[in-house]
């Protein structure tokens, strides 16, 4: 490895090639970031005895096998400056130009493109492939207006009207004296790696002036520098992103990185939220040949287009697996989502059928439904679930599944028909609104009717309402202060309306009267009942329960 300090534009003198590998972000400089560099720029303009500017660190490792052509080299950090000073010196050199200084653009020509070479090795600088078109219609001076949209062409008329502007003393700023300033005051630590060194250890050691990376960029950065630099379009880096990784990234966006550490977790390994790229490392760095780095990428891919049926469960076109998933994410018990990977895998490979799966989603929903109406401890889920995963067995994985479950106990029970149904009766659930919400609705599908109702466009109403009006106190009579605190947020207490902000605090006569032509089931036996306390609403909580107990099922 070679390391020294050098002015920038030697980065662009000679014939040679430098490549921003296509796993690297695209262009992502902004105005705040333009303004800085020109700024530090234009404070050297007028100096005759000009300082250096440290930029920070340029790195480049060389590509192996070059057959013919410039010699080329990766930029592996140091991308976001060198492009930008590239599209600077693109707007030095048509100011120039139009100031009639033709040496000084012939000058800035040769510092951006090899003159005796053509396509693909005619630029000095080739960007990843998003920026590559607006690049090419800066260097080569094409109509703009295509890419007018991107950070590019900004950067290009950023740097432009500001050419345009005048100095301190009122003169216009001449495009010769500011590429002085470039080529005498920028300057960086150039970092040329040798083919012995590890380019990645690197990579992953700089402190990045520019955006950070997250870990979902180090991993992808990590596994597509196993396969063969792309330094024109088809190679084999390029067919992996493009075919692999890419697809991964549109699909699951900002979910992305929390895919990967479920995914890292499916075989039982607990993977927190900074270790996911050490721990996909490991499985990739076990992987000795690029085939076999190339099979377990493409089941990765398979794994994430199965994981974007979890965070979008319209994606999954089987309705009742889509049901189920939707109940996963509506409830919050996304601690599954490692299980569901293999659970998938074993659909995806014919190990399990739909039918199957859906009992192993019953099963889950079942089980942390009724853990979170009986209070149990959440604590003990992810270790639960990393234990199931370690043991899942490729042999009817679903009832392997509700056995295992069945048989857990203290902060691992999955509740009993017993305790659930008790709980259902007497615990506070309002307070927990997620889980109130989606057992009102799940209970009201529950139903069966012919003409559902959609009840996500409904509230949660109390019947016996939060504040008691002089009426309510009348009806509870004195022991109105204790019945309120015991049963006002109970399940039986609870229903669906439309109606809920006409509803309030009204009398119970006049809450049955607005609830008469209720389409929502829940309702109905409310409106059957002459009064409204104590006994009403632990009868109505019996009723439910009962549903509930057929609803999330143990058996």
């Not at 997250?214 to 520098?225: G, S």
């Not at 549109?250 to 900074?274: C, Q, T, W």
């Amino acid at each position: 490895m070679e390391a020294a300090p050098v002015n920038i534009i030697q980065y662009f003198d000679g014939s040679k090639q430098g490549v921003i590998p296509l796993f690297q972000r695209p262009y992502s400089w902004e105005a705040k970031d333009w303004g800085v560099l020109w700024a530090d720029l234009i404070a050297q303009y007028e100096e005759d005895d000009r300082s250096s500017h440290f930029m920070g660190a340029v790195v480049t490792v060389p590509v192996k096998s070059v057959p013919v052509g410039v010699g080329k080299h990766l930029v592996i950090d140091g991308q976001q400056r060198l492009t930008t000073i590239s599209i600077l010196l693109a707007a030095i050199r048509d100011k120039a130009e139009s100031e009639g200084d033709l040496p000084t653009a012939g000058i800035i020509g040769d510092f951006l493109i090899n003159r005796h070479y053509s396509s693909p090795d005619d630029l000095k600088l080739v960007p990843t492939q998003v920026d590559r078109a607006a690049y090419n219609a800066v260097v080569y001076r094409k109509d703009l207006v295509s890419f007018e949209e991107t950070r590019i062409v900004q950067a290009y008329h950023y740097f432009s009207r500001k050419l345009g502007d005048a100095d301190d003393e009122g003169q216009l700023i001449r495009a010769a004296q500011v590429l002085q300033a470039i080529q005498q005051s920028l300057q960086v630590v150039m970092i040329n790696l040798g083919e012995a060194d590890d380019p990645y250890l690197i990579f992953e050691s700089l402190n990045h002036k520019g955006k950070p990376l997250n870990q979902a960029d180090l991993v992808r950065n990590y596994v597509l520098m196993r396969f063969q630099h792309s330094t024109s379009a088809g190679g084999d880096q390029e067919l992996a992103y493009e075919d692999l990784w890419r697809p991964m990234e549109s699909a699951l966006d900002a979910s992305l990185p929390e895919f990967l550490r479920h995914y890292g977790m499916r075989l039982g390994r607990n993977v927190r939220k900074g270790d996911i790229y050490t721990a996909c490392k490991v499985e990739f760095e076990r992987l000795v040949e690029v085939e076999n780095v190339r099979q377990r990428l493409t089941q990765m891919k398979r794994a994430a287009a199965n994981y974007e049926k979890f965070i979008r469960p319209d994606e999954e076109v089987r309705v009742s697996l889509s049901s189920g998933l939707r109940a996963i994410q509506e409830l919050d018990s996304t601690v599954f989502y490692p299980l569901l990977l293999r659970l998938y895998t074993f659909l995806d490979e014919q190990v399990i059928t739909v039918e199957d799966l859906m009992l192993a989603l019953d099963t889950l929903e079942s089980f942390y439904v009724r853990r979170a109406v009986c209070g149990v401890p959440t604590n003990a889920l992810n270790k639960m679930t990393l234990e199931l995963c370690s043991n899942l067995p490729d042999q009817l994985p679903h009832l392997w599944l509700r056995d295992r479950l069945a048989a857990g106990a203290g902060g691992r029970r999955w509740p009993t028909d017993e305790e659930f149904s008790e709980a259902l009766v007497i615990q506070k659930i309002y307070p927990r609104r997620k889980l109130a919400r989606y057992m009102l609705e799940a209970l009201e599908l529950a139903h069966d009717h012919k003409e559902a109702v959609d009840a996500s466009t409904a509230t949660m109403e109390h019947i016996l309402p939060q504040t008691l009006s002089a009426a309510w106190i009348d009806q509870l009579g004195s022991g109105h202060a204790v019945i309120h605190d015991k049963w006002l947020d109970t399940l039986g207490n609870l229903t669906l309306t439309g109606y809920n902000s006409e509803l309030g605090n009204s009398p119970f006569a006049e809450k049955k009267g607005k609830l008469a032509n209720t389409h929502f089931e829940l309702s109905r036996d409310i409106i059957s009942q002459g009064v409204w306390g104590a006994t009403e609403i632990e009868a109505r909580g019996r009723r439910l329960s009962n549903m509930a107990l057929q609803r999330w099922a143990r058996d």
